[in-house]
């Protein structure tokens, strides 16, 4: 690098991509990962899914918002193995977005001490998104702390996304009268076509209830868009993804919906 290279290097106030806003204010969202845990169907040490952390981060990122990224316990969170592009299996290998995430000291770091959910105030953020993985199967559901967090996004009139088994934060999240939040709405989330797969391919039954049927039983619309296809729905101020190829597709609808 030359003299001149390193005076603007050092110099220059902001030599980020330029976005559109409306407004030069903080911007601030909120992603919750799972804690690890144990799946009690196989005995596997699981977690939440790298893409559907990294891959709505960047997207956020690139769009100007502060991203805090939480759990419902606090502390240190773990990808499932298989969404690890450093994994000898080399499931994720290709996975260039969450490689570079895990190769970036500062962010690598926010993984190590996650800030509990309810210890974060709601006001100071515009949306919650909820990412999935194997670990939320066994620990979102009925995790009240969660359930709280959804309704006081929601109740705020402010925009509440959930992904993959993510979404089983949402199941049996019930509304302030009671109702169910996700009653007569649209939504998405990892499909049975998909458990088949996965199921077929690990020669075991991996999760111990599937989305798509507990989804349909509380009055949801469930739709899907095939096997593995990255896919997003909007209904209002909800939004969900089908599983670990939909987190762009998810986080690009949270921007168009709060506003850029």
Not at 45 to 74: K, M, N, Q
Not at 159 to 175: E, I, K, S, T, W
Not at 216 to 243: C, H, M, P, W
Request: charged content about 25%; proline content about 5%.
């Amino acid at each position: 690098m030359s003299d001149t290279e390193a005076d603007v290097a050092t110099t220059s106030p902001d030599h980020h991509m330029r976005v559109d806003s409306r407004t030069d204010l903080p911007r601030e969202v909120l992603i919750v990962v799972a804690n690890p845990t144990v799946s009690s169907n196989n005995n596997w040490p699981v977690g939440f899914w790298g893409a559907e952390l990294t891959h709505p981060y960047y997207e956020l990122t690139e769009a100007g918002f502060r991203v805090t990224i939480a759990s419902p316990a606090g502390g240190k969170v773990e990808m499932d193995a298989l969404s690890d592009p450093r994994d000898p299996s080399k499931w994720a290998a290709e996975d260039l977005i969450t490689m570079g995430f895990v190769h970036t000291p500062e962010l690598a770091a926010l993984l190590e001490d996650t800030p509990a959910l309810g210890a974060l105030a709601p006001d100071r953020y515009e949306a919650l998104l909820i990412a999935g993985g194997q670990s939320p199967m066994f620990t979102f559901r009925d995790d009240k702390t969660l359930h709280r967090a959804v309704r006081a996004f929601w109740e705020a009139e402010k925009v509440v996304a959930a992904y993959c088994h993510g979404v089983a934060a949402l199941v049996d999240c019930d509304l302030a009268d009671g109702a169910p939040l996700v009653a007569g709405r649209t939504v998405t989330g990892f499909s049975n076509i998909e458990e088949d797969y996965g199921d077929r391919a690990a020669g075991v039954r991996i999760m111990p209830w599937r989305v798509e049927d507990a989804l349909r039983e509380r009055g949801a619309n469930y739709i899907s868009a095939g096997l593995f296809k990255a896919f997003a729905v909007r209904d209002g101020r909800l939004i969900t993804g089908q599983q670990q190829y939909s987190g762009r597709k998810v986080a690009q609808a949270v921007i168009a919906a709060i506003g850029a």
